[in-house]
């Protein structure tokens, strides 16, 4: 008690005790032992945001120049090449693959983790589904199973994994997929003081893409497979694109032929201002720049061919080196300050659904990963075979675009 007492001083969190005396010695218990595992250095990450906010200096300005990407035409002319070595790396397990599923289908109109979503029409198909038999594809091919990573949230695991279970995994052998909880980060108010969900426990969230591989590594069973295997790539992917092609034998031996520390899978824009970060080099290093701080000038900018110098989207699909995630990992990652609604209970202890933004959460992003790398090779993928979000219900990446997408590429729905 004493300890977590003077973590509260030190940070100016005394509150989250306010009900202590109303607690039976289970919920105390919770509640300190919350207390005491909650990273709390994220609050200094919200005092150096406010700062920043006050500062009068301007920042540096980051130099963004173009990166050279695989294009589809270079890919066909090595495609033999490329394919025999990642086969290789595939037969000899190397490569495991890592589904990023914390998320839930909320804008989908679900309260369940968005990997349930049912997006078949005359019958049932899962999103799960869908990205496992994509792998399982590869599987057949190679002739061994790839080990599969599950991260999941505190908010969906158990939900993740009954699902899975119950669906037998969708054919994929379980004593190859280990599942393991994202870390998660406190909540806070907009004056920096988390907020508590109950009076015993405080308001989480999870901590973003970008903290999955020590995630992965504070679980036992995971790290277990990882040095069982002695992993040498890893391919991460999200959980909403249904036609992502996973632990691609081609990418995989295009990244090691090339020998770059990271693999990313892209696609050319549709137009100039498409939402999506681009790949890019920053101060002389791999990176993605953000579709809101492109800007129009280099939006449109051209090299002597006519073709646009940032015109390669990320997908949420990378394969990074094993060896260089263990020398990366303990590099802090730039903390995001997210505006948000944040369930809580207020100083009556009644709970509160705010229809408003009425604090902030806080994310790391994978793509902020690949800066702390010393190369990164943009692999052009074909957007109608491999890219079909499922982020909204309807219009624009949408379960009906993407049903759209899976059909044409010959899938029965």
Same mark, same amino acid.
């Given at each position: 008690?004493?300890?977590?007492?003077?973590?509260?001083?030190?940070?100016?969190? /005394? !509150?989250? *005790?306010?009900?202590?005396?109303?607690?039976?010695?289970?919920?105390?218990?919770? &509640?300190?032992?919350?207390?005491?595992?909650? #990273? $709390?250095?994220?609050?200094?990450?919200?005092?150096?945001?406010?700062?920043?906010?006050?500062?009068?200096?301007?920042?540096?300005?980051?130099?963004?120049?173009?990166?050279?990407?695989?294009?589809? @035409?270079?890919?066909?002319?090595?495609?033999?090449?490329? %394919?025999?070595?990642? *086969?290789?790396?595939?037969?000899?397990?190397?490569?495991?693959?890592?589904?990023?599923?914390?998320?839930?289908?909320?804008?989908?109109? @679900?309260?369940?983790?968005?990997?349930?979503?049912?997006?078949?029409?005359?019958?049932?198909?899962?999103?799960?589904?869908? *990205?496992?038999?994509?792998?399982?594809? +590869?599987?057949?091919?190679?002739?061994?199973?790839?080990?599969?990573?599950?991260?999941?949230? /505190? !908010?969906?695991?158990?939900?993740?994994?009954? $699902?899975?279970?119950?669906?037998?995994?969708?054919?994929?052998?379980?004593?190859?997929?280990?599942?393991?909880?994202?870390?998660?980060?406190?909540?806070?108010?907009?004056?920096?003081?988390?907020?508590?969900?109950? %009076?015993?426990? &405080?308001?989480?969230?999870?901590?973003?893409?970008?903290?999955?591989?020590?995630?992965?590594?504070?679980?036992? !069973?995971?790290?277990?497979?990882?040095?069982?295997?002695?992993?040498?790539?890893?391919?991460? $992917?999200?959980?909403? =694109?249904?036609?992502?092609?996973?632990?691609?034998?081609?990418?995989?031996?295009?990244?090691?032929?090339?020998?770059?520390?990271?693999?990313?899978?892209?696609?050319?824009?549709? #137009?100039?201002? /498409?939402?999506?970060?681009?790949?890019?080099?920053? =101060?002389?290093?791999?990176?993605?720049?953000?579709?809101?701080? *492109?800007?129009?000038?280099?939006?449109?900018?051209?090299?002597?061919?006519?073709?646009?110098?940032?015109?390669?989207?990320?997908?949420?699909?990378?394969?990074?080196?094993?060896?260089?995630?263990?020398?990366?990992?303990?590099?802090?990652?730039?903390? !995001?300050? +997210?505006?948000?609604?944040?369930?809580?209970?207020?100083?009556?202890?009644?709970?509160?659904?705010?229809?408003?933004?009425?604090?902030?959460?806080?994310?790391?992003?994978?793509?902020?990963?690949?800066?702390?790398? #010393?190369?990164?090779?943009?692999?052009? +993928?074909?957007?109608?075979?491999?890219?079909?979000?499922?982020?909204?219900?309807?219009? +624009?990446? @949408?379960?009906?675009?993407?049903?759209?997408?899976?059909?044409?590429?010959?899938?029965?729905?």
């Amino acid at each position: 008690m004493q300890e977590v007492i003077k973590k509260l001083k030190e940070n100016n969190q /005394e !509150h989250l *005790l306010k009900y202590k005396n109303e607690l039976t010695q289970d919920e105390l218990n919770s &509640l300190l032992n919350q207390i005491k595992i909650t #990273d $709390f250095s994220y609050l200094e990450d919200f005092k150096e945001f406010k700062r920043s906010q006050n500062c009068v200096y301007k920042k540096v300005k980051d130099e963004i120049t173009p990166i050279e990407a695989l294009t589809l @035409s270079e890919i066909e002319k090595n495609k033999d090449k490329y %394919k025999q070595i990642g *086969l290789n790396a595939l037969k000899n397990q190397e490569v495991g693959a890592l589904l990023l599923a914390g998320g839930m289908g909320t804008r989908l109109g @679900s309260s369940d983790p968005k990997g349930m979503y049912n997006i078949g029409k005359t019958k049932e198909i899962y999103i799960f589904q869908r *990205l496992i038999e994509n792998l399982l594809c +590869v599987v057949k091919e190679v002739g061994e199973f790839v080990p599969l990573f599950i991260m999941t949230s /505190e !908010h969906n695991d158990a939900s993740t994994r009954k $699902f899975l279970k119950e669906k037998n995994y969708f054919g994929y052998d379980e004593n190859y997929i280990r599942f393991f909880v994202q870390d998660m980060a406190p909540c806070i108010d907009f004056n920096g003081k988390i907020l508590l969900e109950s %009076k015993c426990r &405080l308001a989480t969230s999870p901590n973003g893409n970008g903290g999955w591989f020590n995630s992965l590594l504070n679980n036992e !069973h995971a790290k277990e497979m990882l040095n069982k295997y002695n992993l040498k790539w890893l391919n991460i $992917f999200a959980v909403d =694109n249904v036609l992502q092609q996973i632990a691609d034998p081609v990418f995989v031996g295009a990244t090691i032929a090339n020998n770059v520390q990271i693999g990313s899978k892209v696609i050319r824009k549709v #137009d100039p201002y /498409e939402k999506v970060g681009v790949m890019c080099k920053k =101060n002389g290093a791999p990176s993605i720049v953000e579709y809101i701080d *492109l800007g129009e000038e280099m939006a449109l900018a051209t090299d002597e061919r006519g073709e646009r110098l940032y015109n390669f989207g990320v997908i949420l699909n990378y394969l990074f080196e094993v060896e260089t995630l263990y020398r990366i990992k303990d590099q802090k990652l730039p903390v !995001h300050i +997210v505006t948000k609604k944040i369930e809580h209970i207020n100083e009556n202890a009644q709970v509160v659904k705010p229809q408003e933004p009425n604090g902030h959460k806080f994310e790391m992003l994978c793509v902020d990963m690949i800066e702390l790398a #010393d190369s990164c090779l943009p692999f052009e +993928v074909e957007r109608e075979k491999e890219f079909a979000p499922v982020k909204n219900k309807t219009g +624009v990446d @949408s379960v009906e675009s993407a049903q759209a997408l899976l059909e044409k590429n010959g899938y029965v729905l």
